[in-house]
Structures are given as C-alpha cells and as structure tokens.
C-alpha cells in the first residue's frame, strides 16, 4: 500500500515536469502528428518509469526510507518504555500490559492508510463518472437513427442522426450528428469526425482517461489531455482541408459551429473550445 502511493506520487512527478516542458516547446508546432505521440509517450513515459528499478537511490526514496526509520524507532522507544512502566509499577501485570499497548498503539496514526483511502475514494468517483457518461453515450446512440455515411463522402463510419441539441462528436467509429448539422455542412463535418475516427483518435482519449483516474489530484493530468484533443482538432481540420474543401469556407463553418455547449468530455467534438487556435492551424 505505501510503495503503491510511492509509486503514484513518482508518476505525478514526471507528468509534472515533462509536460510543461512539451508546452513550451512544441504546443506551437504544426507537426500534428508528431505532438500526437510525443505527449501520448510522455504519459506513458510517467506510468512507466517510475515502475523501472534504474538501480539509483533518489532524495525521495532516501526521505522516505528516513521517515519509515524514524518511525520504527520511535515506536521501538515507546513500547521499551511501557514494558519499564510496567516494571516498576508491578500491579495487575497482565490489564496493565493491555492497556499500556492499546494507548501507545493509538498515538501512532497509520497516515498512509489514511492517504490511500482518499486517493482511492478519487479513483472510484471518477469511475463512476466515466460509467455515468457512456451511459448517456450510448442511449443517445440508441435513440438516433442510422444514416448512410457514405452518400456525403464519409466511409467506414457509423453515422447517428438525432433530433436534439447536442453538437457533432465522434467516438471509435461512431459519429453522431444533429438534424440541423445535417442539414449546414455535413460533408465537412462527417469528413472532420472520420478522420478522428480513421486516426484512432478516441483510443488516445481512453489512455488519457485512465491516467487521469490515476492521478487524478494532479492538475498536469487534466492539462494533458485538455492538449491531447487540442492536437485531436487540428489534425482533423487538417484532413478536411487536404481532402479538397475550402480553407476559408471550414474556417466559416468553424465559427458557425463554436456556437453551443461543448459535448462530452470523453469523445471526440467538432464544436471544441479553441475555434481561434483552429482556425490559426
């Protein structure tokens, strides 16, 4: 129990100081695809690495070898202490020994236990929100109907139409859309989610998920993945413009389209919060 929060608090540790550096170095970079990987190895990179044993003592492991010593000392001290309490005082042996045992045990409070009991409510509040979510998912995929993709150019996607509010999104090879975007640029937009869907864009999303109920206390996290779908955009923006469309019409629609609430957090939307940067891309 206590290796494993050693080893989630190292994981933290490298998230923390190699994605600020990816940010300052290359969130300004058009190579799409190579930012893609580069941050996706970054965070398999701190679920990776501090599992490896490089055969190198850090401060950290040293500190906390220290504070596990002093621990056991301490506790050495005070039960040698009761035992010459009980010496001197050699009245009712055996309820005295019980007593004394049971007051020095509770003045040493197992803080560890307490820290993987919180960290482990996070873990399970986040799962829950997660089974929350594809549960809202996919009753929307269930109550739309099916239309044929491939009558707007789109092909090896399962498009949903749907008469509700909600904006385009894609996950896998879902895309889900509303009357109205089928009706106003839907052969940019189903090209847009098909390339989420051909790059595999929604498997990068599910990695992202699952650090963040990891570390789910660690705002680089968060950060990370908020920049992973940014990437997600502009290489899908990139594919809609390379296939043919106009770049100054897509911006149009881009903007038309920013209009609304964003969609859920775990898939792939068109209507994403940086109609600004995309349209810079």
């Known amino acids: 129990m206590g290796g494993f929060i050693v080893y989630i608090i190292k994981s933290s540790l490298v998230l923390a100081f190699l994605v600020p550096l990816f940010m300052a170095f290359m969130s300004r970079e058009t190579f799409h695809r190579v930012n893609r990987f580069v ?17 190198v003592e850090s401060p950290f492991t040293r500190f906390m070898t220290m504070m596990q010593e002093n621990a056991v000392s301490t506790a050495s001290v005070d039960i040698a202490a009761g035992e010459v309490l009980v010496g001197e005082f050699d009245v ?54 099916a239309v044929d993709a ?22 896998f090879r879902w895309v889900v859309l509303g009357e109205d975007d089928m009706q106003d640029g839907a052969r940019e937009i189903l090209t ?29 996290a968060w950060i990370a993945k908020s920049v ?12 809609v413009i390379n ?13 038309k389209k920013a209009v609304g609430a964003r969609l859920y957090s775990i898939a792939n939307s068109f209507n994403h919060s940086l109609t600004k940067k995309r349209i810079t891309m």
């Open 243 to 255: 296939s043919g469309v106009n770049a100054k019409q897509y911006q149009l629609l881009i903007i």
């Open 228 to 239: 992973l779908k940014d990437i997600h955009e502009f290489e899908a923006d990139e594919a």
């Open 150 to 171: 491939s009558q707007y150019g789109a092909h090896g996607i399962r498009l949903r139409v749907h008469d509700g509010k909600e904006k385009p999104f894609s996950w």
């Open 39 to 55: 941050l996706l190895a970054i965070m398999l990179l701190a679920l990776v690495l501090p599992a490896v044993n490089l055969g």
């Open 192 to 220: 847009h989610e098909a390339a989420h869907a051909a790059a595999g864009h929604s498997w990068d999303i599910v990695f992202a998920d699952a650090v963040i109920i990891l570390q789910w206390f660690n705002p680089l």
């Open 92 to 145: 009712a042996a055996m309820d005295g020994d019980n007593t004394l045992l049971s007051t020095e045990s509770s003045m040493h409070f197992d803080w560890s236990l307490l820290a993987f009991i919180v960290y482990m409510s996070g873990v399970a509040l986040l799962l829950l929100r997660q089974v929350f979510v594809y549960v809202q998912m996919f009753r929307l995929f269930l109550s739309s109907r």
